[in-house]
């Protein structure tokens, strides 16, 4: 069965600095999808960014950006240049091809701080 | 262009009681689902349809059950709630080729 392990629960970064959120799932398939949904005080979902399994090449979303470490089976969020707007959690969520179904980890709440 | 909307935003429930959610979709997306989000538990499957009248089990659908009567609506079901099911509810729609979801804004449920 696929899992999806987001280790911090909790991060604080200061406006204009760059954090990283760290993903790490658990997979022997091939053919999937890695998301990264962002839910602000609001609680509306919003995806940040998606990344395909079959593309190498790193995903990028204005000062959203992946680092996709496939044999790490790692997807790390580096957001630059943090605004206030940013205080959201951030979840990570994994998708089988063929079977409609996505998992979430657990999420990391992101605060940041003027 | 509403997305995904939900009807109702908050509900009081008092165990027993049935309640029924309502999802609706404006995109023509085939894929729904309905999750449950608890705290530190991140959102859970509990039912999803990949087209008009089809419904199958997710992670955790004891307690609820579906229907997709109209490709745009997806409805959750409470037959007897239980202050387990305490939870906000989203429901989400999707398309095959991108796989992105689209969330609707979510339902607070308060079983008492």
């Known amino acids: 069965a696929q899992t999806v392990t987001q280790s911090q629960p909790e991060m604080s970064v200061q406006e204009a600095e760059t954090v990283t959120l760290s993903c790490t799932y658990d997979t022997s398939e091939n053919n999937y999808y890695l998301f990264w949904y962002k839910q602000p005080p609001s609680r509306q979902m919003i995806l940040v960014i998606r990344q395909e399994a079959y593309k190498q090449q790193n995903a990028t979303e204005n000062r959203f950006s992946v680092n996709f470490q496939k044999a790490a089976k790692s997807f790390s969020l580096k957001i630059s240049d943090s605004q206030l707007g940013d205080t959201a959690m951030y979840f990570c969520a994994f998708f089988l091809s063929g079977t409609y179904k996505y998992i979430f980890g657990t999420g990391t709440r992101l605060k940041v701080l003027a | 262009n509403a997305g995904v909307t939900q009807t109702p935003k908050f509900r009081v429930l008092k165990t027993g009681q049935s309640m029924t959610l309502l999802c609706a979709q404006d995109?023509?997306?085939?894929?729904m689902y309905w999750y449950r989000q608890d705290p530190g538990m991140g959102l859970r499957l509990i039912h999803y349809s990949v087209g008009e009248g089809t419904t199958a089990k997710g992670e955790v659908p004891d307690g609820y059950n579906v229907s997709r009567l109209k490709k745009q609506n997806f409805l959750l079901g409470l037959e007897s709630a239980a202050p387990s099911q305490t939870s906000v509810y989203f429901c989400?729609?999707?398309?095959?080729?991108?796989?992105?979801?689209?969330f609707g804004p979510g339902t607070r449920l308060l079983v008492l």
């Open positions: 995109m023509n997306h085939e894929y």
């Open positions: 989400a729609s999707g398309v095959a080729g991108s796989w992105s979801q689209y």
